[in-house]
């Protein structure tokens, strides 16, 4: 038993880990971040090392028993625990320590309600939280009965829909529908996108590691920045011009983390998937980070898991600013520190590398008797000028280095 000495607030918390793995550690100094984020004060910390969740009541009788010890001394708001619980189990534990308990993801599904600022944002998390609490209803009925009372009860508010199965499933299909109507519009803009010939990098990474920086620093973007867990939800989109004077559309995504719900990935699929149909991902990291490693490989899975495995990747280790010593780039990534622009100018030449590596800038003469070589043309590369010339049309463009063939006769010197 841990015990924090902090004033008295209107949430005060507990947390409660079982230590199964290595690596659990970290877990909960996250969950510490995340209670943070949510706004409470954590008074106390309980751990148990164990092999096992105990099916019941997460830990064992014995340290149930300690931690109501620690309840009646401390008197917290909340107990929250770093895993998913089912509905049995929040409502064994409450029952024997009395005091209101929720699970990691209903802490992360509450910080997601507050952050949210978008309509669609607003569903994704609306459909999340539902998801959620529908298998948890007869653990959670007390709980979902009581509105505004406190962390981990944002969101949907209408006692009649927490606690009416029927009412709840209706309501996840309505949305799930308008969360389709919105994805048809994505996909109208991603495939307007991508016949304009305008390359997408996405940026993704760990929760603050500074994507939204990078991306205000990059683009001259007004992204919300705060020095906290999943600070902004709502993904961007800027054109960024590059060095050469070509453009790419630069996207924002949300930040991952350790035990990302699986009702959350899902409800934000069609957001996430921005990296799948991206042209170059941006992994920011934070090289700051003590666990950066173990970020990195949580980042790598959801992507993998998205199915953006394949697509080519720059590592951006950033913060550099906040180094003692300037690290010294070694062929893995780019450093930087997007707060205070360092290292902007190499980033935004390798980008142009990644992107356009297949792409060679040439003038062609075309004859105004060759509209099927104007029509492909067109179709296929990025027209930068065109001219009317007495022999036929002279054309600047970008073209692909697998069109060279059937363009070479044109190509003038």
């Known amino acids: 038993m841990e015990n924090l000495n902090y004033n008295d607030t209107t949430e005060r918390a507990v947390l409660v880990s079982v230590i199964k793995n290595i690596g659990d550690e970290e877990s909960l100094d996250e969950l510490h971040e995340l209670a943070v984020t949510a706004g409470a004060e954590v008074v106390g910390i309980v751990t148990q090392r164990r092999g096992t969740i105990h099916t019941a009541h997460y830990i064992g009788k014995g340290k149930l028993e300690e931690l109501k010890l620690f309840i009646e001394d401390q008197q917290p708001d909340l107990v929250i625990v770093d895993d998913e619980l089912t509905g049995t189990q929040i409502k064994n534990i409450e029952d024997h320590v009395n005091v209101r308990v929720i699970d990691r993801t ?95 990098v996405a940026i993704a990474g760990y929760t603050n590691a500074g994507k939204s920086t990078l991306l205000n620093a990059l683009a001259g973007a007004d992204a919300y920045v705060e020095d906290k867990l999943f ?59 003590p666990d950066m490693e173990e970020k990195i490989s949580v980042v790598e899975k959801v992507l993998t898991d998205l199915g953006a495995v394949n697509t080519p990747k720059i590592n951006v280790y950033n913060k550099i600013d906040l180094m ?53 043309l067109k179709e296929r590369a990025n027209i930068l000028e065109e001219a009317y010339e007495t022999r036929g049309m002279l054309i600047k463009a970008e073209v692909e280095k697998s069109m060279m063939d059937r363009l070479k006769e044109f190509i003038v010197v």
């Open 106 to 200: 209903s802490l992360i599904l509450d910080i997601f309600a507050r952050r949210a600022r978008t309509r669609e944002s607003m569903l994704q998390v609306e459909l999340a939280q539902l998801k959620y609490r529908l298998p948890r209803l007869t653990g959670l009925g007390g709980q979902l009965s009581r509105l505004g009372g406190g962390i981990g009860t944002r969101g949907p508010g209408e006692t009649k829909l927490e606690t009416d199965r029927r009412h709840i499933q209706n309501r996840i299909r309505a949305i799930e529908r308008k969360l389709e109507e919105i994805e048809r519009h994505r996909s109208l803009y991603r495939d307007r996108r991508k016949k304009n010939q305008i390359p997408v």
């Open 324 to 376: 003692d010593i300037a690290p010294i780039a070694n062929g893995r990534g780019i450093y930087i520190s997007a707060r205070n622009k360092i290292g902007l100018d190499s980033l935004m030449l390798e980008i142009e590398r990644a992107v356009f590596s297949d792409v060679e800038v040439v003038t062609l003469l075309l004859p105004y008797d060759k509209p099927k070589e104007y029509s492909y």
């Open 231 to 289: 600070a902004t939800l709502d993904p961007s989109a800027r054109k960024l011009a590059l060095p050469s004077g070509r453009e790419v559309i630069l996207v924002d995504t949300v930040g991952f983390i350790r035990k990302l719900p699986h009702d959350l990935v899902e409800a934000f699929k069609s957001t996430l998937e921005e990296v799948k149909y991206a042209d170059l991902l941006l992994h920011v990291i934070d090289v700051t980070s």
